[in-house]
């Protein structure tokens, strides 16, 4: 919206500014931060009118998240809206990566609103099917990616790029869209495991945000992207703006779901999150990279994946609970310090996956 008054520039010389991706950047940051900080206490309390009772909480998880019953769910709405009112305000709506990225955001949200409220009605932990859940899921994915693959360049749209090395692309042809499909949603319900307790998942996602948005912005410059020798996506940069607006929502829904969390995400952010991040990593070509800078979520997805496969082989846990952050409270740790060392990890696993872009 804002960068159409691009088009005064003539007239004006100060509207040039509206030309900058890194000015509209901080714009979204600050406008995302500031609708959720305003507009947060009136969802807050709507949400607890509506839910009563709040999220349910499991009987079988650790005993002290039991003081956590009543807490609203669904402040996933909180980020969803901060993030649309900043993206349509400060990106170029022209750009048609924006649109696919706000739309698997949106869809993803939606998704997940669905199974949070089934959850407050029914007052249980589980949501709708797994499996109708998982198949909508896979279907915008896939959507998604093959429009992906048609705005990319042709050397580049089915192109699996690999990191630290320039001149490596393996063509996947027709199955890169089971590959932007497997990042995608897989990404979107890594988040979902991850977001467990107070403030768990959104830090690292606000780190992923940003380190993504500098991607974003590097790979979308033609005169960057030669520089470090990374893969020019013409267009992408305008990503950083959707990012940039991840990063403001994230830090004002931080103010809210610090502990004790006054809400908690819910499906309605989490799904939403990690498809968003997930969406950019496949249009940017840095579909490795997020494995790496999203390596927490990773390690506590397969921390699932290792515990149902061993229960079912063997009939032995190999964690005392998944995923993988209930196993450390089990183990006596504070559930703050978890989050702290676990957002610890994150940005280790950030600055490795910026050394990416520059070591090849």
Known sequence: MLYELVNFSDQINALNVFRYITFRTGGAIMTALLFVFLFGPIIIDLLRIKQGHGQPIRDDGPQTHLAKRGTPTM????????????????????????????????????????????????????????????????????????????????????????????????????????????????????????????????????????????IAYLSGNTNFARYLQIHYVPGTGELAIICGALIGAGLGFLWFNAPPAMIFMGDTGSLALGGALGAIAVATKHEFVLAIVGGLFVVETLSVIIQVASFKLTGKRVFRMAPLHHHFEQKGWQESTVVVRFWIISVVLALIGLATLKLR
């Open 75 to 214: 402040g996933g709405l909180m980020i969803l809206s901060g993030v649309t009112v900043a993206t349509l305000m400060w990106a170029n709506l022209s750009n048609p990566y924006v649109w696919v990225v706000l739309g698997v955001t949106l869809a993803y949200g939606a998704i997940g609103f669905c199974d949070d409220f089934m959850k407050v009605t029914k007052r249980t932990v589980a949501g709708f099917s797994g499996r109708l859940r998982f198949g909508i899921e896979l279907a915008i994915a896939g959507v998604a990616t093959f429009i992906l693959m048609r705005l990319s360049t042709p050397d580049l749209s089915a192109a699996l790029t690999v990191p630290f090395f320039k001149n490596i692309i393996v063509d996947l042809g027709p199955f890169f869209v089971l590959l932007g499909v497997a990042v995608i949603a897989g990404a979107g319900n890594a988040v979902n495991l991850t977001d467990g307790l107070d403030g768990l998942a959104i830090v690292p996602v606000m780190i992923a945000a940003a380190t993504f948005g500098l």
